[in-house]
């Protein structure tokens, strides 16, 4: 008996030994599946950033949408976007029919950014500075070495008395592109992609690139500091603040009003952006008249939205007269969106 009832002890040990390795096992499997999961989600979270900040969309592959990391709305969102129409699909010229059209659709949308860069000029100092050195712009396209300005029969005059173009770059260019809009200083030109913009991001986001223009003819130091370092980022936050303060004014206020019920969910400006939902990115799309927005565009606002939650956020929390903390705190969310969210 005292054998058996052993021999029963041993077995019932050894089952328990068993039942207790499998348990581990499996605990380590689930272990390892969060861990390689929440891997995925951060790299497609920091692609997904680094698309914000160069303006290129990813369609998104994930659509996992159980947490509320923002890139997971972002990617949420983009599944209800198109990737962009260009109208500009090759150098004007190389469409005889149509080159004059398309200079025009040109000329209207760089009419457009000249006409932003006065609609906002009470903004800041520096956005006065910005519509008073930039009174008029080129017209200019790109033909995949150079910009050249191109102008129809009726804007001739036009041409070569500007210091700053607006460049439009063809879909062949598409991928070649670092953002939908940015400053090229080799050029002094805006590029910016052949598709169709809603107007106001189309104005916000040129009145941003307008700002660095700016920065590059005062031959400011930050207009020539490389990439990540802090000169170059303090323009940056500038240039984005900037940007909100223009959808802001468009927007009668609507705009900070939202950064800031988003803001005020959390302390912390991490959690903060990471309880942005659909229906703040929908709010964002009414705001800036955007519904029926591209990918790329689509891209460019949220992103836009993401980084300025984050500057509120610390806002909040570091008092205005300590600015150095609070721009040292600045600089370490964009460091932050940019290279990891974004
Ligand atoms: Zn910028």
Redesign the pocket.
Known sequence: MKKKNQSRSITGKRILYIVVIFVTLGLCAIGLFYSEHSKVKNRVSVSSATAAENGTAEIPTDTDTSGKIPIQVQQQYFLNKLPAQYWLVGFPTDYHDLQEKLIAKGEELTRKCEEALQKFRDLSPQAKEIASTFPKLGNAFFNGVTTVQLTTSLTGLRASQTQLQVCWTPQFWHNRMPASM??ERAFHAVLACGFDWPELALQSVFL??A??ALCHHQNEMSAFAPPGSDLYID??IV??ELEALAVNQATSGKYFALVSEIAARADDWKQAISSIILDDLKKLDELYQAQGASQEVADLISSQLIIIVGFKSVEKQIPTNDASTLQNAKREVYRQITSQYS
């Open positions: 940015y400053y941003h690139e700002g660095h323009e940056e240039m984005h």
